[in-house]
């Protein structure tokens, strides 16, 4: 080819290529901030009122020996006020002491259950506002250490447009099993316990469009591999379908160890985000994580799409839910 052609087809071709470029790069080198000051993890997200609520576990003690719960409120998603503890394991549960991890809250019957984790049992609390003061109601664990295989950690509600409420659980092996109407009890022979590939912890549940979507956390937070995956199904108790392209949340770049997640939809929209935690930016490890929020799409066949880790969370507003039958 003359020189002169192959010049003007290089010139041509270049602008192409860098549009390319920018159009598929990232900023891996620099994450946004996390949405909450500290050490904290494994969040949970939900929307009360006309407030957005989080609720994690308390990270920075190696061994994940923490020992209280607290609870976070905003109403945009991007500045969120320290509601304080809202439950202390050796004041306030008599059977464990430690190890305060992965709670979750459902709301049903004007009345707001709080469900954790203590010392590889689950217990569940109660209170008559969102931010509590919760009491613990059973004196006793809701699911028991070594009841099941597996961890006895991770609880999750999922409460259906039908007001039945579904508890889900579980380390090494997914529960669940239906809940009675008072929240607080089940029938033990009711359970279902399976195991998706790849399924490690965390489950979490929503419904979108008639279709139930069940999310985990595949690996370790310190194992490199460890990921966010997704199953649907068209029953809260199962079975369940892995995706065929499963993973929608991962660490990148700066971004490691990020995973254990909930998802929020916008009430009256479809809208939404997903909470997730990752280590400290510099410097953390498995037991020094942060909690950040980031929007998640589907698209137009249903299917989750890959969340980007680097976008950041902007303001959210909406209107008070006057009439909340279940949530």
């Given amino acids: 080819m003359p020189a002169v052609l192959l010049l003007l087809s290089t010139l041509a071709f270049t602008p192409c290529l860098f549009a390319f470029q920018a159009i598929d ?92 984790s203590a010392d590889v049992n689950i217990g569940v609390a109660v209170a008559d506002k969102p931010a509590g003061p919760f009491k613990e109601v059973l004196n006793k664990p809701l699911v028991a250490k070594g009841s099941r295989r597996g961890q006895m950690i991770d609880p999750m509600v999922f409460v259906d447009d039908d007001g039945a409420a579904y508890l889900y659980w579980g380390q090494g092996m997914c529960n669940v099993v239906k809940l009675n109407e008072d929240m607080i009890s089940y029938d033990t022979s009711a ?12 489950s979490f549940v929503i419904k979108r469009k008639g279709v139930y979507y069940l999310m985990w956390s595949e690996y370790d937070t310190r194992d490199p591999r460890y990921s966010i995956a997704y199953a649907t199904s068209s029953s809260p108790m199962g079975p369940f379908v892995k995706a065929e392209n499963p993973t929608i949340l991962k660490g990148k770049g700066v971004v490691k160890g990020a995973g254990h997640h909930s998802v929020l939809r916008v009430p009256g929209r479809d809208e ?21 929020i980031s929007p998640m799409r589907f698209d137009s066949t249903g299917h989750i799409l890959p969340v980007n880790v680097f976008e950041k969370v902007k303001p959210v507003k909406f209107k008070r839910i006057i009439k909340e039958p279940f949530f």
Avoid at 85 to 97: E, T
Avoid at 272 to 292: K, L, Q, S, V
């Fill in 272 to 292: 939404w985000y997903i909470a997730y935690h990752r280590f400290i930016i510099p410097g953390g490890n498995g037991y020094n994580r942060e909690t950040c």
């Fill in 25 to 116: 790069s990232t900023d891996t080198l620099h994450a946004p901030p996390p949405v909450l000051p500290g050490a904290y993890a494994d969040p949970h997200i939900a929307a009360f009122g006309n407030r957005f609520y989080l609720y994690p576990t308390t990270d920075g003690t190696e061994g994940w020996m923490g020992t209280n719960f607290t609870c976070w409120s905003s109403s945009d998603l991007v500045s969120w006020q320290n509601e304080g503890v809202i439950l202390d394991l050796p004041k306030d549960v008599s059977y464990a002491k430690a190890r305060a991890w992965a709670p979750a809250i459902a709301r049903k019957n004007g009345k707001y259950y709080y469900y954790f």
């Fill in 191 to 202: 359970i279902v316990s399976f195991k998706p590939q790849g399924y490690n912890e965390g």
